[in-house]
């Protein structure tokens, strides 16, 4: 009987799951409707209703998310997080009242204004489509079981990456530091950037960070890979804030406390939330405020002090900056294709061209090609461009800019599955599983406010090779733990004993 009640609960599980799947259907297709009645003249009260319903959309999909998963600190939950608050940040503050100089700075009519905010609505609310279906089936069954040679394994990719990581990362955050030192956080932009085997150091560089993630998920309460990773991840976190890069600062260390969630014990959510707020009030204010100071002003206390004080409302600030990634989307919405013509999926062939080394070409096709980020500056200012800077670009931007409006919800709406498809995929395998997606996290979370091209090699680099070489590792140490108990077995005139794996990817048993 108890089975049979734990079957019907199972189905009726799944049964509402699908209704609020079809539900939010329903508002996506609400939503493309609502698009054909979009008059041109739009007034501040249409651009008003945009965002409080943007701002409901992120509600309401943090809501389903957590009722279709129970948590929201996972990678799908801080992915959309990212996505509403560098795509929508604004629009909040537009619904609260807090956009002091009016949404963008006013650099934009209400017509283009209400056409981003639209835009960032579809992508949103089709990539959180797509997450609800990849989960709508998803079980509640314990983590896959993993070996003593899935954990050696681990610790053996992570040591590795650290040691072919370490002395790089070291001379390039000197060198770096060097910089900001002497010309603040733009000097870093007005240097010539390295290209083949001179960028190798940079490339070696970035594995730092998936060395301390595959160190701490393989220490199964080991003092030395946990003492390491911590050590290795700080270092990182605090670097880069140094630096003034805030975003390759948080976000991978938002990804450490997920696996660490993951791999050693539950952080308490209110400690989470008191992180995240904290980041919010106080780290990321005091980084934009500082870093582009020169000399030791920028580490000071009494000037650390001084900038947090100078400002009038840290929260609105960091958000109002955050949500200035809008802009790019509306710059996109404005110039494509009056003044450039879809690209029709060119941009994101190139984009996955990264994936190849830059073994043979004096510059790589797809640099030759050219960034969406470098082509927007360079368009709307040219100065800035001039000085090596940029506005960064958003990943519904890129989807529009490719294959127009039909684009946006069919791109978002596979970005959505994929990220949420490999959340519940790592909840659910062993610990190379985990290790994987964490490592996928530590840059995904960016990508609402990039482009593809920064993000393949990350995939595929950083995250899915060394958890091939653990999976190999790992298989390799089986099948000989299985040899070598079958030789002890058959000396003695004894069957072997041992356990072929069942099958599975990436060593689940």
């Known amino acids: 009987m108890s089975i049979v009640r734990t079957s019907r609960r199972a189905t009726g599980a799944v049964f509402h799951r699908s209704s609020l799947v079809l539900f939010h259907a329903f508002i996506c297709l609400a939503i493309v409707f609502s698009g054909l009645l979009f008059e041109r003249n739009a007034d501040t009260a249409v651009v008003y209703g945009m965002s409080l319903t943007l701002t ?70 089709f990539a959180h489509l797509g997450a609800l279906l990849a989960v709508r089936n998803r079980t509640t069954s314990p983590p896959a079981r993993w070996s003593t040679a899935d954990g050696l394994a681990l610790r053996t990719v992570g040591w590795a990456l650290l040691a072919v990581s370490i002395v790089p990362s070291a001379l390039l955050l000197v060198d770096q530091g060097r910089v900001v030192l002497s010309g603040g956080y733009g000097a870093l932009y007005q240097r010539e950037a390295s290209t083949g085997f001179a960028a190798g150091p940079q490339v070696l560089a970035l594995f730092i960070v998936p060395a301390a993630l595959f160190l701490l998920a393989g220490a199964a309460g080991r003092r030395r890979e946990k003492v390491t990773a911590i050590v290795v991840i700080g270092l990182h976190t605090f670097g880069q804030l140094f630096l003034g890069y805030r975003s390759t600062a948080i976000m991978p260390a938002c990804a450490f406390l997920w696996l660490w969630n993951q791999c050693e014990g539950k952080i308490k959510p209110a400690w989470i939330a008191a992180a995240a707020l904290f980041t919010m009030v106080v780290i990321v204010p005091i980084s934009r405020e500082t870093r582009a100071l020169e000399g030791l002003e920028r580490i000071k206390l009494e000037t650390l002090v001084a900038s947090y004080k100078s400002l009038e409302n840290p929260v609105v600030s960091s958000i109002s900056e955050m949500g200035g990634s809008l802009g790019t989307v509306a710059y996109t919405y404005t110039l494509v294709p009056a003044a450039r013509a879809f690209d029709y999926g060119v941009g994101y062939a190139y984009a996955f061209l990264t994936v190849l080394p830059n073994f043979f070409w004096g510059l790589h096709p797809s640099i030759a090609h050219g960034r969406l980020s470098e082509w927007l500056v360079a368009t709307v200012d040219p100065y800035a461009a001039s000085r090596q800077g940029g506005l960064g670009y958003s990943c519904i931007a890129e989807a529009y800019l490719n294959f127009g409006w039909l684009g946006v919800p069919i791109v978002m709406g596979l970005v959505g599955f994929g990220i949420a498809a490999l959340t519940s995929w790592g909840a659910r395998g062993n610990r190379t599983h985990v290790a994987m997606v964490a490592v996928l996290t530590a840059f995904v979370l960016r990508f609402p406010r990039d482009e ?14 060394p958890a091939a070489i653990a999976v190999l590792i790992a298989r390799a140490g089986m099948w000989q733990g299985v040899a070598t108990r079958r030789g002890r077995n058959q000396s003695i005139g004894t069957a072997p004993t041992a356990t072929i794996p069942a099958s599975g990817r990436f060593g689940v048993r």
Request: glycine content about 8%; cysteine-free.
């Open 452 to 465: 593809s091209a920064s993000l393949v090699r990350a995939v595929v680099w950083y995250s899915w090779l």
């Open 56 to 125: 409901v959309m992120w509600a309401w999909s943090m809501w389903s998310w957590w009722w279709m998963t129970r948590t929201l600190f996972d990678p799908y939950g801080m992915f959309m997080t990212s996505l509403f608050l560098f795509s929508a940040g604004q629009a909040l503050l537009e619904v609260v009242g807090l956009n002091a100089r009016g949404m963008l700075g006013g650099k934009f009519d209400n017509e283009t204004l209400v056409a981003a905010l639209y835009m960032v609505l579809v992508g949103v609310s």
